[in-house]
């Protein structure tokens, strides 16, 4: 009998398409490795990690807050009674220095004032002595006496009887024509050539006055005073009271040789 051959399984059949090389199986360890990454997390692991978070960090910040306390509980009795005393002294030196600055405020608020309420009388004082010595405008109620007619007649003692009325009077500041009268003001020359203090001044003379009118007008008037002298002479004197009279004629300042202000 004729045996049919067998067929060669490793020789494929003429047409058919080559088999794939076969790829090695994979070891444990690579299985393990490829089980493990990339990691598959699911939704509820990684909410317990979240939880698990949080709940670390609050014990962390537990455990750092009760440090400073459980230094205290762990200190001697001696060293709390120190630390005490210490911040009592510490208080009692904040207390002192802020006593200490409301003194010293109090003391600056009250100084300013007095310093204030000073410069303001001594503004006004020098005000005051400006209108006596003459360096400074005046104003206030007051008259005006004018002299007019008989010029000639009319003499330099007779209009320095009437300065000597109204100082008398009270009047506080006085113009002759355009020359300030003051304390150590004199009148000199003759009927018709009258000066006040080496300054010419010619008719009609007018005497701006301040003062209390009620009582400067009466003093001119009284019998045989300045008004009836002065009609004697055939001249006439008119008095005009007024609530504003401006005296602006103003003296130099001058400094005196040898006088010195005393502190006393």
């Known amino acids: 009998m004729n045996s049919e051959p067998t067929p060669n399984n490793d020789n494929p059949p003429q047409g058919a398409p080559p088999a794939e090389p076969r790829r090695p ?28 978070f949080g709940l670390g960090l609050g014990l962390a910040i537990q455990v750092r807050s009760t440090s400073d306390d459980s230094t205290l509980r762990g200190a001697r009795q001696e060293d709390l009674v120190r630390i005490l005393d210490e911040l009592d002294d510490r208080t009692q030196r904040l207390e002192d220095e802020r006593s200490r ?62 300065i000597q009325e109204l100082r008398a009077a009270g009047a506080e500041a006085i113009q002759v024509n355009d020359v300030r009268v003051v304390a150590d003001t004199y009148f000199s020359g003759e009927a018709g050539a009258i000066e006040v203090d080496g300054r010419k001044i010619s008719a009609p003379y007018s005497f701006k006055v301040i003062g209390k009118p009620q009582d400067l007008e009466p003093a001119l008037n009284i019998p045989g005073g300045v008004v009836q002298t002065l009609e ?33």
Do not use: H
Request: no cysteine; proline share 7%.
């Open 25 to 52: 199986s994979p070891t444990g360890r690579q299985r393990l490795i490829a089980g493990l990454w990339p990691p598959r997390i699911t939704r509820a692991q990684l909410i317990v990690a979240v939880l698990l």
């Open 101 to 162: 600055l409301e003194a010293q405020r109090t003391e600056l608020e009250n100084s300013s004032d007095q310093a204030e309420e000073a410069r303001k009388q001594t503004l006004e004082r020098e005000r005051q002595l400006g209108i006596l010595a003459g360096t400074v405008a005046a104003q206030g109620p007051g008259i005006t006496l004018t002299i007019a007619g008989g010029a000639a007649a009319v003499e330099p003692d007779m209009l320095l009887d009437a």
């Open 232 to 264: 004697k002479e055939q001249a006439t004197a008119t008095v005009t009271r007024s609530e504003k009279i401006v005296v602006d004629a103003l003296r130099p300042a001058e400094r005196p040789d040898y006088a010195r202000s005393s502190p006393q």
